[in-house]
């Protein structure tokens, strides 16, 4: 049990924070020491884990270890917490409430992911008849089905699509490290859309181009995220607050 839990956590590192392979491994080791050490005679669970158990673990573990290190422990064991408030709706208000230094230990909101509704209506704002339309819904489906970040998109290259594999490859990563990612059949029609109906003749192999001042010249990050926020806009999403609630609300699909 516990072991699947780290994998979860894991993943969530991975997928929403973001994090290097080497922070992640210790960020994970931190919390199996955590869950190991408070769950020696009782089957885990994360509703068992209260603000007492984690009183209890601290007074035994921080005693032990220098100033910076404890401020890292409660870094890593808050992030765990933060991990089980987003993919648990887990009631961590009494945890958060602890007596921990106020640099390290503050009370941070919940990533904000969109509903199934209102992803509805942000798809169907596009025209699949116009050009710019088809490019653009493009975007957003890479965006959420992929779970990119707008850098990301405005980096990814022809090369980067195995249609054979039916893989991407994502190199612009915040973490400096590739990855390769199975492409979703709707993302695929999408990208056999654009590139076969509407994508100008030109030399680049940045797979996103303009269509406009400068046609075929790669999209910039900020035209990239500007095509979203115009559509948000115009499906009436007000609680939008920019691109990277698409990427929430796959990490949030992901680790359910």
Known sequence: MIE????????YLKEVAGLSN?????????IKIFLYSSFQKTEFSTE??????VRIHFTH????????????????????????????????????????TSPVWPRSGLP???????LNRLY??????????????????????????????AGLTLDDINWPQGTMRIKNTKSHSE??????????????????????????????????????????????RQTVRKAATKAGLENFTGTHMLRHTTAKELIK
């Open 48 to 53: 068992k884990i209260t603000a007492d158990l």
């Open 112 to 118: 904000k992911i969109l509903t199934g509704d209102e």
């Open 22 to 30: 080497n922070t992640i491994i210790s960020q994970c080791n931190t």
């Open 179 to 224: 990855r390769l990612l199975l492409l979703p059949a709707m993302t695929g029609q999408a990208l056999e859309a654009y590139l076969l109906k509407v994508r100008p003749v030109t030399e680049e192999r940045i797979l996103f181009v303009r269509f406009k001042n400068q046609t075929g010249f790669p999209m910039g990050v900020s035209q990239i």
């Open 61 to 100: 573990t921080l005693g032990h270890v220098l100033p910076a290190s404890k401020k890292t422990l409660i870094t890593r064991v808050r992030s765990y917490i933060r991990f089980l408030e987003f993919s648990d709706g887990f009631r961590a208000d009494e945890i958060l409430k602890l007596p921990m």
């Open 124 to 153: 169907s704002v596009y025209d699949q008849t116009k050009p710019t339309d088809i490019r653009n819904y493009t975007i957003l489906r890479s965006l959420k089905d992929l779970g990119l970040r707008c850098s990301e998109v």
């Open 4 to 11: 699947t839990e780290i994998e979860r956590f894991q993943r």
